[in-house]
């Protein structure tokens, strides 16, 4: 009775866009067998399909209690994927800073991925770009990669601390490159910050605290340094430079003069706070300038023309020249016999002190 004999198949659950995954689980193939008269003999046992792509999975021959054979049913093309794909993160550089942070020595980190798949039906698209992680603290950089059949996996690098930003430094007091008179009372002016203030707020360290006042106890060039450096490691120096200067006043030269006399040169140095400057080697050199033969309007105070070193450290003073203190002045008399040289005319005389200073003073015509 081989017509009464039959066979069916099924398969369950149903694949999603022809595929089954870890979603939907392993698919199982049941066959039914019906015989209505001898009965049926050996009917398949469900199958539960393993991962593999266009799979095909058949009852083989089934017989009745007659002999009977039905022909083998089959489900064709079964694809089965259940595992994800896999997705690895790793960072480049590998170690920030000691202090945790990806600062401008460390440099800002790239998180770059690596995908494969595993399951047999490939990756859906290509595995995500590489990601230069920007500013900030206790960052995450996540990305997800899937397969054909939907699997999913993703991969998350957390607690990436980055700040490649220096800190700035702003000084009010002293000025660049400003000039102040010995022992003045001058208070100082910093401050510090961060204009990506990732990591937190910089130190900021001067030489006095800021608001108290800064060195101004020896003539001569100063330098007043700031220094901030933020929680990642940044660091950035900032350096004024300042030069402290005595008050100068200077006793106006007799004009004119007779060649070959002594002209006098007085001056008196003080500092910021009165205090008489007695010391003789603050003065370095002092020159005559010749300008040249007296003009019709008279002389005039100039550094052009031809000089001629009156007296410099160590050497002292040249010809009868002489160089004293008779308090609370300096006074330098000036053999002018050292100018028959370029003879008659306008002078200027000119004043080099330790506090790098050059003064002039009023011309003078030797006549």
């Not at 021959?61 to 994800?84: C, E, F, K």
């Not at 400003?178 to 003045?184: I, M, N, Q, R, S």
């Not at 706070?273 to 020159?287: A, C, D, H, M, P």
Request: aromatic share 8%.
């Amino acid at each position: 009775m081989e017509a009464s004999f039959r066979k069916l198949s099924s398969i369950s659950p149903a694949a999603v866009k022809g595929w089954y995954n870890k979603s939907t689980g392993a698919p199982a193939v049941t066959f039914i067998c019906t015989d209505a008269g001898s009965g049926v003999a050996n009917c398949p046992a469900p199958v539960v399909v393993g991962e593999g792509v266009n799979q095909t999975i058949s009852s083989g021959v089934v017989y009745d209690q007659a002999g009977n054979a039905a022909v083998p049913v089959s489900i064709t093309g079964i694809n089965v994927d259940l595992t994800p794909p896999t997705i690895t993160a790793a960072i480049s550089p590998v170690n920030p800073a000691p202090t945790g942070w990806y600062n401008i020595a460390a440099g800002p980190p790239t998180v770059s991925f690596s995908c494969s798949d595993s399951g047999g039906s490939g990756l859906a698209g290509p595995c995500p770009a590489a990601v230069l992680v920007g500013q900030g603290g206790n960052q995450s950089v996540s990305r997800s990669v899937s397969d054909v059949a939907g699997n999913t996996n993703t991969a998350t690098l957390s607690g990436i601390n980055v700040d490649t930003v220096a800190p700035s430094i702003l000084i009010t007091a002293p000025a660049i490159n400003g000039t102040y008179v010995l022992k003045a009372s001058v208070a100082s002016g910093y401050s510090c910050a961060d204009s990506a203030p990732s990591s937190g707020a910089p130190s900021c360290i001067g030489p006095v605290p800021s608001g108290s006042n800064f060195d101004t106890s020896t003539v001569g060039p100063h330098a007043f340094t700031v220094t901030a450096t933020d929680p990642a490691g940044n660091t950035t120096v900032l350096r004024y430079n300042y030069t402290l200067v005595y008050t100068f006043t200077l006793t106006p030269l007799k004009s004119p003069a007779q060649l070959g006399s002594a002209v006098p040169i007085i001056w008196e140095l003080t500092d910021a706070q009165v205090g008489v400057i007695r010391t003789l080697s603050t003065l370095v050199k002092l020159e005559s300038v010749f300008n040249g033969a007296t003009p019709a309007g008279g002389c005039v105070t100039s550094l052009a023309g031809t000089y001629q070193t009156l007296f410099s450290q160590p050497n002292g003073a040249t010809g009868n020249s002489s160089f004293r203190f008779i308090g609370p002045t300096f006074q330098f008399n000036w053999d002018t016999t050292t100018a028959t040289v370029t003879g008659t005319g306008c002078y200027t005389i000119k004043i080099s002190l330790d506090d790098t200073t050059a003064k002039m003073t009023n011309p003078v015509q030797l006549k």
